[in-house]
């Protein structure tokens, strides 16, 4: 079928609703459905949890009070017949603990049987007769004042409390039951309302789906097909637009964007090939520059060192025969000479790291700190300097470069000391696939400012006269670390000294990125 003979069947399509209509129709008919559910279930649920207040806070302690005071007063028949038996006050005990008791249950059954006046006359009754047989009965046979009544008219006084408080169970029985259905008939509703609720959404999800899959998936099946064909590179096949107005604006601008990539695509590749010749440029460039580096930090050495030798031959042979300001001139170039040799010498060795095809194998760190130990034994012997270190791993590197870091972070730890003999100490710690090392002094330390200047290649913060040395050791560590894959960077937040932290490769490890030094 052509585009052309298409079109009728995408003006047909234009007559539906829109996507945005299809989903605001359906949003507001399930809020409608949800809605009816929530009151409903809400209605239920409010007579549901009044019904189990009820039964939970007012009729369960209502009853459960009705019994402790049926036990007060009994306790009280049995203190009263006790103690006509034995003619011992001690038998009045249980006596006046129930009495105590019933006016407590007594108390506390008064607000529960607020909205049941049966249940308050029963219990208005229940304690009118205990008042009589008290009146009648207990208190004339505890007093002694006269002759006692005879136990069984005790006994039939207080069988008539019996019968009200019998009525009292009764309607606190009655209530229950009448709260336990209504309990029962709200959740049965809970239920209905869950069930319809849940067949209610299930359909019109369905009529939301099918509606979808009609209005909107469909034409967007084809949209896709279409722009899988032009993302493949079929830049001259046309979309064909149909379905929702939101569908069909996006074909449009489908359409578009393949015209425009059709204009663009020409300067594109002409963009790119220019592109790649730089690149190509760029590093050709870069590996003449570093070749540069090398051979004339190589070259510069014989006519230096002749410079130098030459100028040390003059300083040995007239010193003291001219006059002082000759002196400090030929030490002055003697200095000079030195100092350049110096550069050269670190220069050199600055571009060497990671010439070659040296492959990066495991290496102990331990025993690239030994050997560092081994070439500062002067240094560290002067300065009485002491280094205290944890296990250090085997890590991925080379041994000659690892060595040269901890050359010169210890060496920089021995040269910007204070009064007090240096502590170095060296630790380790592994963080996935990389040793997280840091190396922390007790020297004079780096202002925070100048945490990232002290890495860049003959960058200062001293001068020659107060601390020597050419400015290269931290840029060459940084350079040997990145060039394990690494990172080195100085802890700011360290005060007691210089702290530099570096990470390496764990030696079984295949590269991954580094640990931030946040």
């Known amino acids: 079928?052509?585009?052309?003979?298409?079109?009728?069947?995408?003006?047909?399509?234009?007559?539906?609703?829109?996507?945005?209509?299809?989903?605001?129709?359906?949003?507001?008919?399930?809020?409608?459905?949800?809605?009816?559910?929530?009151?409903?279930?809400?209605?239920?649920?409010?007579?549901?949890?009044?019904?189990?207040s009820r039964v939970v806070n007012v009729l369960d302690p209502a009853a459960t009070h009705r019994a402790l005071l049926y036990a007060a007063m009994l306790n009280q028949e049995t203190g009263v017949r006790g103690f006509l038996l034995s003619g011992q006050h001690s038998f009045l005990g249980p006596y006046y603990a129930g009495l105590t008791s019933q006016?407590?249950?007594?108390?506390?059954?008064?607000?529960?049987?607020?909205?049941?006046?049966?249940?308050?006359?029963?219990?208005?009754?229940?304690?009118?007769?205990?008042?009589?047989?008290?009146?009648?009965?207990?208190?004339?046979?505890?007093?002694?004042?006269?002759?006692?009544?005879?136990?069984?008219?005790?006994?039939?006084?207080?069988?008539?409390?019996?019968?009200?408080?019998?009525?009292?169970?009764?309607?606190?029985?009655?209530?229950?039951?009448?709260?336990?259905?209504?309990?029962?008939?709200?959740?049965?509703?809970?239920?209905?309302?869950?069930?319809?609720?849940?067949?209610?959404?299930?359909?019109?999800?369905?009529?939301?789906?099918?509606?979808?899959?009609?209005?909107?998936?469909?034409?967007?099946?084809?949209?896709?097909?279409?722009?899988?064909?032009?993302?493949?590179?079929?830049?001259?096949?046309?979309?064909?637009?149909?379905?929702?107005?939101?569908?069909?604006?996006?074909?449009?601008?489908?359409?578009?964007?393949?015209?425009?990539?059709?204009?663009?695509?020409?300067?594109?590749?002409?963009?790119n090939i220019e592109l790649a010749s730089r690149a190509s440029d760029l590093e050709r460039s870069n590996a003449e520059l570093e070749q540069f580096a090398y051979v004339a930090s190589h070259d510069l050495q014989e006519p230096l060192r002749k410079v130098a030798s030459f100028c040390q031959l003059l300083q040995?042979?007239?010193?003291?025969?001219?006059?002082?300001?000759?002196?400090?001139?030929?030490?002055?170039?003697?200095?000079?000479?030195?100092?350049?040799?110096?550069l050269i010498d670190d220069l050199l060795a600055f571009s060497r790291v990671g010439r070659g095809d040296r492959q990066l194998a495991p290496v102990s760190s331990a025993s690239a700190l030994s050997q560092a130990r081994v070439n500062l034994t002067a240094e560290l012997r002067k300065s009485a300097a002491v280094i205290e270190t944890t296990e250090l791993p085997t890590v991925l590197a080379e041994f000659s470069l690892l060595t040269s870091v901890f050359q010169n972070l210890i060496g920089n730890a021995v040269k910007f000391r204070t009064d007090e003999p240096p502590r170095i100490r060296i630790t380790a710690e592994r963080q996935d696939d990389w040793w997280l090392f840091s190396v922390a002094d007790n020297g004079i330390g780096v202002p925070s400012e100048y945490a990232d200047r002290i890495f860049v290649i003959f960058q200062r913060l001293h001068d020659r006269a107060t601390y020597a040395g050419t400015g290269i050791g931290l840029a060459m560590c940084r350079k040997i670390v990145e060039h394990f894959g690494g990172r080195i960077w100085l802890d700011a937040s360290y005060q007691n000294g210089a702290k530099f932290c570096f990470t390496l490769p764990v030696a079984s490890s295949a590269e991954k990125e580094p640990p931030s030094d946040d």
């Open 1 to 52: 079928m052509t585009v052309q003979e298409a079109r009728p069947v995408a003006d047909g399509a234009g007559n539906r609703w829109p996507l945005g209509r299809i989903i605001a129709v359906a949003m507001v008919t399930l809020g409608v459905v949800l809605l009816a559910a929530v009151v409903i279930g809400a209605i239920a649920l409010d007579n549901l949890g009044s019904a189990r």
């Open 103 to 271: 006016r407590a249950q007594a108390s506390a059954l008064q607000p529960l049987l607020a909205d049941m006046p049966r249940a308050r006359a029963d219990l208005a009754a229940t304690l009118r007769y205990m008042d009589k047989w008290r009146t009648s009965y207990a208190t004339p046979s505890i007093e002694g004042k006269k002759p006692a009544p005879p136990i069984a008219l005790g006994k039939a006084a207080f069988d008539s409390v019996r019968a009200p408080l019998a009525m009292l169970q009764g309607d606190i029985t009655g209530q229950r039951q009448l709260a336990l259905t209504r309990l029962s008939s709200s959740v049965e509703v809970l239920d209905i309302v869950g069930i319809a609720s849940a067949v209610a959404l299930i359909l019109v999800v369905l009529a939301f789906g099918v509606s979808l899959r009609a209005a909107a998936i469909a034409p967007l099946s084809r949209l896709a097909d279409d722009a899988r064909k032009v993302v493949s590179g079929d830049f001259e096949h046309e979309v064909d637009p149909s379905g929702p107005k939101e569908i069909h604006a996006l074909a449009v601008d489908v359409n578009r964007m393949r015209d425009r990539i059709l204009r663009e695509l020409s300067a594109v590749r002409t963009a």
């Open 316 to 342: 040995r042979r007239y010193i003291g025969q001219l006059d002082a300001r000759a002196d400090q001139y030929i030490e002055f170039a003697v200095d000079g000479a030195k100092r350049m040799q110096a």
